[in-house]
């Protein structure tokens, strides 16, 4: 299992630091959640914080994009330095758009699905992407409770892929992952997992991050 800590949980006073122990700490990618208190009830941080933390770490930045109109932002986030850009399925950018402009700057393209939408609705998009992000809990903040009634859609989408050899697809799981549920991730095949405060709430972080991989 591949993880991703969640920097909604970090110390915005040192986001640098923050970054660099998650890196030290064994961290695979860095995940930062971008919202805009429109797409999501709640605004955290765009591009520019972005940009002013890329250097302290080379690891994948995971940018994921809470927000209306993706589209318009592509360039910004491009320019931030983010490897992955995932956005909602259920945004107001054209999909097809959307994702031909984040390959046209080279970075790797997933589309998001928050709980009540269904599997189908990424499927025409699939030959497309490089991962599909299935939100575990509803967008929006942190430390709430693991759905496992989402596993079901995870395994609905790996099998998609599989059925269409699209074998390279990652499967993401985000909200509520921790000691407890990521076992059931795990089972159902989701590949990186997202973390906020299992990491970030832990006594030792590194230790967190090696029981979280294990799986
Ligand atoms: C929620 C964010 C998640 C969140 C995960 O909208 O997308 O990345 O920070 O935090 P935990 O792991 O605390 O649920
Ligand atoms: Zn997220």
Same mark, same amino acid.
């Given at each position: $299992?591949?993880?991703?800590?969640s920097?909604l949980?970090?110390?915005?006073? *040192?986001?640098? =630091?923050?970054? =660099?122990?998650?890196d030290?700490a #064994? %961290?695979?990618?860095?995940?930062?959640?971008?919202?805009d208190?429109h /797409?999501?009830?709640? &605004? !955290?941080?765009?591009?520019p914080v972005?940009?002013a933390?890329?250097?302290f770490?080379n690891r994948?930045?995971?940018?994921?994009? $809470?927000?209306?109109?993706p589209?318009?932002?592509?360039? +910004?986030f491009? @320019?931030? #330095?983010? +490897?992955i850009i995932? /956005?909602h399925? =259920?945004c107001?950018s054209?999909?097809d758009d959307t &994702?031909?402009k984040i390959?046209?700057?080279g970075i790797?393209? #997933?589309?998001?699905l928050?709980?009540? !939408?269904p %599997?189908? !609705?990424?499927f025409?998009?699939?030959? *497309?992407? @490089?991962?599909?992000l299935v939100m575990?809990?509803?967008? #929006?903040f942190?430390?709430?409770? /693991?759905m496992?009634? $989402? $596993?079901?859609?995870?395994? =609905?989408?790996?099998?998609?892929?599989?059925?269409?050899?699209?074998?390279n697809?990652l499967?993401?799981?985000?909200?509520g992952?921790g000691?407890d !549920? &990521?076992?059931?991730?795990?089972? %159902?095949g989701?590949?990186?997992?997202?973390?906020?405060?299992?990491?970030f709430?832990?006594?030792?972080?590194?230790? %967190?991050?090696e029981?979280f991989?294990s /799986?």
């Amino acid at each position: $299992m591949k993880i991703a800590p969640s920097l909604l949980s970090c110390d915005f006073s *040192k986001m640098g =630091e923050e970054i =660099e122990r998650m890196d030290l700490a #064994g %961290a695979d990618w860095m995940h930062l959640d971008v919202m805009d208190g429109h /797409f999501v009830p709640n &605004i !955290t941080f765009g591009a520019p914080v972005i940009k002013a933390v890329r250097k302290f770490s080379n690891r994948p930045f995971d940018v994921h994009l $809470m927000i209306s109109d993706p589209l318009k932002y592509i360039d +910004d986030f491009a @320019d931030a #330095g983010a +490897d992955i850009i995932t /956005f909602h399925v =259920e945004c107001d950018s054209d999909i097809d758009d959307t &994702i031909a402009k984040i390959k046209s700057r080279g970075i790797k393209p #997933g589309l998001v699905l928050k709980p009540n !939408t269904p %599997a189908w !609705t990424v499927f025409p998009y699939l030959e *497309k992407l @490089d991962l599909v992000l299935v939100m575990t809990v509803e967008p #929006g903040f942190g430390g709430q409770s /693991f759905m496992p009634e $989402m $596993m079901p859609k995870v395994k =609905e989408i790996k099998r998609e892929c599989q059925r269409r050899g699209l074998n390279n697809i990652l499967i993401e799981a985000d909200g509520g992952i921790g000691r407890d !549920t &990521i076992e059931q991730a795990s089972e %159902a095949g989701v590949d990186v997992c997202v973390a906020g405060t299992a990491v970030f709430r832990a006594a030792d972080p590194a230790k %967190a991050i090696e029981l979280f991989k294990s /799986f």
